[in-house]
């Protein structure tokens, strides 16, 4: 399994990012709490106000194969909340390909966590066989789509969702991912 690790943010905010465990149901309902209703609607692509037990046993109780989540937890912070989730599930049907999901506490958007966690949750995959993420994202969420736009990800009209594809060896992604892990990402120039 691999390691936990502590990672400082934009803001200068510790967190400790390890693999997710059956004890943390309690967290993970706390940070659904923390998620504002719209962030809550993007995720999980309809109202959500709680989690049923069944649905915290389902995303704690992963195998760490076919099902990964990586937790982000503020080290700083009183009890040291939930603030980030990362996971993917393998598609049983394709192997090589798994649904890939991020959600990351509203105070805590925008301080570079979703990225550290997409890096993470890409090597992991890699690890475990997995080459291609698939996503599927409400057309609203703009600024997902950008995002995965300038990393060369491809769409495809699915449902009313937008089901978005991307390679993780060849991908764009994967070496801005591996570039901001090991600090060898030139930094953009200033216009």
Do not use: C
Not at 29 to 49: T, W
Not at 104 to 110: A, E, L, M, R, T
């Amino acid at each position: 399994m691999p390691p936990e690790l502590i990672e400082t943010l934009a803001d200068g905010t510790r967190v400790l990012i390890r693999p997710i465990r059956p004890e943390d149901k309690e967290k993970l309902a706390a940070g659904l709490k923390q998620l504002s209703p719209r962030s809550r609607y993007l995720r999980f692509m309809r109202p959500v106000a709680d989690l049923s037990d069944r649905e915290l046993a389902y995303l704690t109780e992963v195998d760490y194969t076919d099902h990964f989540a990586w937790a982000a937890q503020a080290v700083d912070l009183p009890g040291q909340p939930g603030v980030g989730v990362a996971r993917y599930v393998r598609d049983p049907l394709d192997p090589e390909v798994a649904e890939a999901a991020v959600a990351v506490i509203d105070d805590f958007q925008g301080l570079g966590l979703g990225t550290i966690l997409m890096r993470l949750l890409t090597e992991t995959a890699l690890d475990n066989g997995i080459g291609r993420f698939r996503a599927y994202v409400l057309p609203e969420n703009r600024k997902v789509l950008k995002s995965l736009q300038k990393r060369g990800a491809e769409f495809r009209s699915a449902d009313g969702l937008v089901r978005v594809d991307f390679p993780l060896e060849e991908s764009p992604l994967r070496e801005i991912l591996r570039g901001s892990a090991d600090g060898s990402l030139p930094a953009e120039p200033h216009s």
